[in-house]
């Protein structure tokens, strides 16, 4: 089982940017998802879950109402759609599932 996270980038505070996390094997529709992140100095934290319908998400509070998590089970793939980005966001982002960390990919926010 294989997480690979990707569309991280460099941009400005109040820009947009879509993170995807693609799924190699295991039992993707069966597994809950999550999103973390983590800064230098820090521990990593939790951002946003979803459950395995997608029905039921969960976001930690300093992102409510900026950043979606989705999921698409037949493409074995889960979004984080982040709007409105704040320079405190920048970190290297994570999806986890089914037991498994991806790979990080970065985001960088500037003024």
């Known amino acids: 089982v294989q997480l690979q996270a990707s569309g991280g980038g460099s941009v400005q505070a109040g820009s947009s940017l879509q993170l995807s996390c693609a799924a190699s094997?295991?039992?993707?529709?069966?597994?809950?998802l999550g999103w973390f992140r983590q800064t230098p100095g820090k521990e990593r934290e939790f951002v946003a879950a979803?459950?395995?319908?997608?029905?039921?998400?969960r976001y930690v509070d300093s992102v409510k109402g900026r950043f979606t998590i989705s999921r698409d089970n037949g493409k074995k793939m889960t979004y984080l759609q982040m709007n409105d980005l704040k320079i405190e966001d920048t970190a290297v982002y994570y999806c986890y599932g089914m037991n498994v960390w991806g790979k990080g990919t970065l985001v960088t926010v500037s003024s």
């Open positions: 979803i459950s395995v319908s997608g029905r039921k998400t």
């Open positions: 094997g295991g039992s993707f529709s069966r597994f809950g």
